[in-house]
């Protein structure tokens, strides 16, 4: 974001980001991805993610799954994986105390004869079925009234103490390398929690089918020594380790260093391209407007094969909605047809994520955690680890063919697991408490108060994304303003049907169907998108999955954002009702929602300066790693300051000590040792300076 006052966003853009130039390089693969580079595992330091925000996380899913050695997946189509289309979805079981196996599938096509298959990663191989994988067939499964069911023991087919990966269902006679129509794989926390318990050997890179025999003396069903560490008895030839091998610092470490830096073999994008740390995660047309020509956000301009002007019309990008409004193509139902079966969404943030994706449907239900704009931008089960595999076969392709392992290579399952901890790792890790907060301008208090008055927690409640304890879907009408208020450029923007896909293949399996507001606009789901966190939109603005706010009629701001609230599209959405503003709601609900994100800033922005001088501390520090820190605390202080000042708020108190704090952080760059410690801990201060004149 642009910031007027005496630090502009250039000044913090010219300090040092390159702590490590990570490529695969070279040509693609054939047919496995390599091992990771001696230079990822170089990284010793997590610079932006926070071990103890994971492990927070882990503790809590700890607490909610004892160790039981159950292992329960779903299966999905998944347009990351699948290599053709099936409507049918179902589950894998596998049940410790039995130590039996039962898939179960369901809305199959006539006829249909497919089959079941448990999959073990080769190390170091592409997460998708390869050659040198582990298969173990399971059986056949037959359509009768378009189910199907087969039961088997583990033991039976020798999978007793067998390193689940992946499960899959095949078309009949073929293996998973061959046919992938379902596929299922366990999470980072599963897996972790199989690690903890197997004690002896190589550490398990999926999750163990290993038969409780008795229950009682199992000495490990409570055991979290994952969060502390563990030995790394996954070395490689070479000395060095697995990304996902050592204690949670380590994964989130290698996680980040593959987030900003690996390309996987594609076009040259990485995640950090469209969800860069200074800029919040996240790319709007200000950002954008920075970056040099042939940066690869902008592929499309200058790679023929990915220029829908050169190559007969197939969309990877359109340059004019990307730079004037900042908005990416997703085939969020299949790459079938891609002259116009897309959508144009914004890039969401990768914050708070642990307080954002927990699904209301319950565990097992598709999609098994809400991300993207519509709560399923994840391929497959729908979960934040997927979610890489969508994006790299999405967004990272060198063609339109999108062909693994000659367009890119898919992460393999250690790079899935140290993606998802520091995803995770990132951001707050507790909601706030609305009821107790007191805020010390009166205007941004009778925000907060209104907020609650007028229903606002009804989908944000505390100011978040959920609504007990959990992320839901809505029908608000944003698709519909979008049309009723074309942005001028007259491009397409195919109509964005929200959750759920078509009976081809994809969650719920929905069918073409009218757009509430207009019957003549079909489009695939049921037209409503998940709910995002308030506490980080001040300055993640534009708003909604389409940026509505920055198409001409509304306001490019957090206020802009809120009077869509009371436009007839919203009053007249199926979940949408008529909201009494009154007088300066609007204006003061803004300040309220300024006020909670500058505070995180500051949050942020403290964690930051703490991990620096940290850093520092400990001797021997590299010095642009420290500074890298250092110029991401600075971006909070920056955004800290913009959020409060675009309206005036605190210009005499909160906004000068972000400033202050701002030019502490840039003396801590240099000097001896005891004098960056000593302007870390003065930036820190004037940073507890700026919380307590904003909150009582």
């Known amino acids: 974001m642009q910031f007027s006052l005496s630090i502009p966003l250039a000044a913090i853009a010219a300090g040092s980001f390159g702590i490590l130039a990570l490529d695969r390089g070279g040509a693609p693969p054939t047919a496995q991805t390599p091992t990771p580079s001696s230079a990822l ?55 410790a105390g039995s130590g039996s196996i039962e898939v179960e599938l369901e809305a199959m096509p006539q006829g249909a004869h497919y089959e079941a298959w448990v999959v073990d990663d080769a190390a170091g191989t592409s997460a998708a079925p390869d050659a040198s994988d582990t298969s173990v067939r399971l059986g056949e499964l037959v359509a009768r009234d378009g189910r199907a069911s087969l039961r088997v023991e583990a033991a039976a087919l020798g999978l007793e103490g067998f390193d689940l990966d992946l499960v899959v269902v095949t078309r009949s006679g073929a293996t998973p390398v061959e046919s992938v129509l379902l596929a299922g794989m366990p999470g980072l926390f599963q897996r972790l929690a199989s690690r903890a318990a197997e004690t002896v050997g190589e550490p398990p890179s999926g999750v163990v089918l290993r038969s409780r025999v008795d229950e009682e003396t199992d000495e490990n069903t409570d055991d979290n020594s994952y969060l502390g560490g563990m030995p790394d008895d996954s070395a490689g030839d070479d000395g060095s380790s697995d990304p996902a091998g050592g204690p949670l610092p380590d994964l989130i470490e290698a996680g980040e260093a593959l987030f900003f830096h690996e390309t996987f073999y594609g076009n040259g994008r990485t995640c950090g391209t469209c969800h860069p740390a200074e800029n919040n995660f996240t790319i709007e047309p200000a950002f954008i407007a920075t970056l040099p020509p042939d940066d690869p956000l902008f592929v499309a301009e200058f790679v023929p094969e990915l220029n829908f002007d050169l190559n007969g019309g197939l969309r990877f990008e359109n340059p004019i909605l990307m730079r004037q409004f900042g908005l990416i193509v997703e085939n969020l139902d299949g790459f079938d047809d891609l002259r116009y079966r897309f959508t144009m969404r914004s890039v969401s943030h990768t914050l708070g994520m642990t307080q954002s994706i927990t699904s209301p449907d319950g565990p097992g239900v598709v ?50 697991d140290a993606l998802e901890a520091f995803q995770l790792s990132l951001g707050r890790q507790e909601e706030l408490d609305l009821a107790t907060l007191s805020l010390r301008d009166p205007d941004a208090d009778e925000g907060r108060v209104r907020f609650g008055d007028l229903s606002c927690d009804r989908c944000h409640e505390h100011a978040g994304a959920n609504r007990g304890g959990a992320n839901f879907n809505f029908a608000t009408g944003v698709e519909a303003f979008a049309r009723n208020n074309p942005d001028g ?51 993640t603005v534009p708003g909604f999955h389409n940026n509505i706010t920055n198409m001409g009629a509304l306001g490019d701001t957090v206020e802009g954002a809120v009077s869509f609230y009371r436009s007839a599209e919203f009053q007249n959405s199926p979940d949408g009702f008529v909201i009494p503003f009154q007088g300066n709601d609007i204006e003061n609900i803004g300040k309220f929602l300024r006020v909670i994100n500058a ?46 000042s675009q309206v005036g708020l605190h210009l005499q108190d909160a906004v000068p000590h972000f400033e202050k704090a701002w030019w502490f952080f840039e003396f801590a760059k240099s000097g001896p040792d005891a004098d960056r410690l000593q302007n870390i801990q003065t930036a820190r201060d004037l940073l507890e300076g700026a919380r307590v004149s904003m909150q009582n």
């Not at 497959?380 to 595999?389: D, K, M, P, V, Y």
């Not at 969650?507 to 003549?520: A, C, G, L, N």
Request: charge should be negative; glycine fraction near 12%.
């Open 41 to 95: 595992r170089a990284q010793r330091t997590a610079l932006v993610g926070d071990v103890r925000v994971l492990e927070a996380r882990y503790a809590a899913w700890s607490a909610a799954n004892p160790r039981t050695g159950d292992v329960q997946l779903p299966l999905a189509w998944s347009r990351a994986l699948s290599t053709e289309r099936t409507p049918a979805r179902g589950r894998f079981a596998f049940d």
């Open 489 to 539: 450029t007259g491009e397409l923007r195919p109509p964005d049907g929200g959750l759920g896909t078509n009976p081809a293949g994809g969650h719920d399996t929905i069918e073409e169907s009218p757009e509430p507001d207009d019957p003549s606009v079909m489009s695939f789901g049921n037209k409503t998108f998940n709910t995002v966190s308030l506490v980080e939109f001040a300055d």
């Open 367 to 416: 999609p098994v955690e809400r991300t993207g704009w519509s709560g399923d931008g994840a391929p497959g089960q729908g979960t934040l680890r997927e979610f890489a595999l969508g994006a790299v076969r999405q967004h990272f392709t060198r063609t339109m063919g999108r062909v693994p392992g000659a367009d890119f290579v898919f992460p393999t399952n250690a790079e899935l």
């Open 599 to 644: 505070l995180e800033n500051r949050r942020s922005a403290d964690a930051y300066g703490e991990r620096a001088a940290n850093l520092i501390a400990g001797g021997g520090f590299d010095p642009a790693a420290v500074e890298r820190v250092l110029f991401l605390a600075q971006a909070e202080c920056t955004d800290g300051m913009e959020v409060l």
